[in-house]
């Protein structure tokens, strides 16, 4: 099984079984015997439930800082809890396996799942001029990235409505969309997913920002920005195999590159303030 593969079943079935543990734990400490063993298993589950809802519910990135690490002491704290309680005589052996692997899980989730290891784009460094690709706009009208020469632009390329920290992306740059469009930049967001699901998303914001669908991935695999089997298992039926790696490129009005965010991280992405700040120092 190729590793992208891997990676997609681990996502899935991650989710299942932290959502699984959640729901058997406020079970177990409501009416069960082994209250303890269930609240470590529960806690151990809790960061990733608090980071998918606090993604889907507030629209909100990833924490940072001190938050990752912290997170992880949790999941682990909850583990320890869980272990301490079953040596006691608290529960069953198997209620502390299920959170050693919830926590463990945690930890690979964070420190693997999370990262795509890509390398750095040769074809985005600030002062190049970007590679003209083309995908189509909300009217099925073929349209390219030379069509942004002109005015500065942040273009914005997202994996789909079935990432979470995606559409909180979107969702706080369109709440700072009026200071963009203010300063004449122009915001076009970009996604292989289908046009019916892209279209969802624009019609829930009040604002004029641009979405095309690069449905082949034409786009992507131009800017080297394709990722082969990184849509979940799943989601594959409504979203197809492959996606993009979430990347934000910030041009001038000659279609040159003066700001590229190439995160090796899907939960980490910049706050629109770090995009408003390189507008300004370049003079827009």
Same mark, same amino acid.
């Given at each position: 099984?190729?590793?992208?593969?891997?990676?997609?079943?681990?996502?899935?079935?991650?989710?299942?079984?932290?959502? %699984?543990?959640?729901?058997?734990?406020?079970?177990?400490?409501?009416?069960?015997?082994?209250?303890?063993?269930?609240?470590?298993?529960?806690?151990?589950?809790?960061?990733?439930?608090?980071?998918?809802?606090?993604?889907?519910?507030?629209?909100?990135?990833?924490?940072?800082?001190?938050?990752?690490?912290?997170?992880?002491?949790?999941?682990?704290? &909850?583990?320890?809890?869980?272990?301490?309680?079953?040596?006691? %005589?608290?529960?069953?052996? +198997?209620?502390?396996?299920?959170? &050693?692997?919830?926590?463990?899980?945690?930890?690979?989730?964070?420190?693997?799942?999370?990262?795509?290891?890509?390398?750095?784009?040769?074809?985005?460094?600030?002062?190049?001029?970007?590679?003209?690709?083309?995908?189509?706009?909300?009217?099925?009208?073929?349209?390219?990235?030379?069509?942004?020469?002109?005015?500065? +632009?942040?273009?914005?390329?997202?994996? &789909?409505?079935?990432?979470?920290?995606?559409?909180?992306?979107?969702?706080?740059?369109?709440?700072?969309?009026?200071?963009?469009?203010?300063? %004449?930049?122009?915001?076009?967001?970009?996604?292989?997913?289908?046009?019916?699901?892209?279209?969802?998303?624009?019609?829930?914001?009040?604002?004029?920002?641009?979405?095309?669908?690069?449905?082949?991935?034409?786009?992507?695999?131009?800017?080297?920005?394709?990722?082969?089997?990184?849509?979940?298992?799943?989601?594959?039926?409504?979203?197809?195999?492959?996606?993009?790696?979430?990347?934000?490129?910030?041009?001038?009005?000659?279609?040159?590159?003066?700001?590229?965010?190439?995160?090796?991280?899907?939960?980490?992405?910049?706050?629109?303030?770090?995009?408003?700040?390189?507008?300004?120092?370049?003079?827009?």
């Amino acid at each position: 099984m190729k590793h992208s593969n891997i990676k997609a079943w681990f996502g899935l079935l991650y989710f299942v079984a932290c959502a %699984g543990t959640l729901l058997a734990s406020l079970v177990g400490v409501a009416i069960g015997p082994s209250r303890l063993a269930w609240a470590g298993a529960g806690i151990a589950s809790a960061p990733f439930i608090f980071l998918w809802m606090r993604a889907i519910q507030g629209g909100k990135s990833a924490p940072r800082g001190v938050w990752p690490a912290l997170l992880r002491l949790v999941s682990i704290s &909850g583990l320890l809890l869980s272990a301490t309680a079953v040596s006691r %005589g608290s529960g069953t052996p +198997a209620i502390a396996a299920l959170a &050693g692997l919830i926590a463990i899980g945690y930890v690979v989730f964070d420190l693997w799942y999370s990262r795509f290891g890509r390398p750095t784009n040769p074809q985005l460094r600030p002062g190049q001029k970007l590679p003209v690709v083309s995908a189509r706009d909300m009217s099925g009208t073929e349209i390219s990235t030379a069509d942004l020469e002109g005015t500065p +632009a942040l273009l914005m390329f997202f994996r &789909g409505n079935w990432c979470p920290f995606c559409t909180a992306q979107i969702r706080q740059l369109a709440r700072r969309y009026r200071e963009l469009n203010d300063r %004449g930049v122009r915001l076009v967001f970009v996604s292989p997913q289908p046009a019916d699901f892209t279209r969802r998303v624009a019609d829930s914001l009040d604002v004029a920002i641009e979405f095309w669908v690069d449905s082949d991935c034409s786009a992507a695999r131009g800017l080297g920005l394709l990722q082969q089997d990184g849509v979940p298992v799943g989601l594959r039926g409504r979203y197809g195999r492959d996606t993009v790696l979430p990347t934000a490129i910030l041009l001038d009005a000659d279609g040159r590159v003066i700001y590229c965010d190439e995160t090796d991280n899907y939960r980490v992405r910049p706050r629109p303030e770090v995009f408003l700040e390189v507008f300004r120092s370049h003079g827009i």
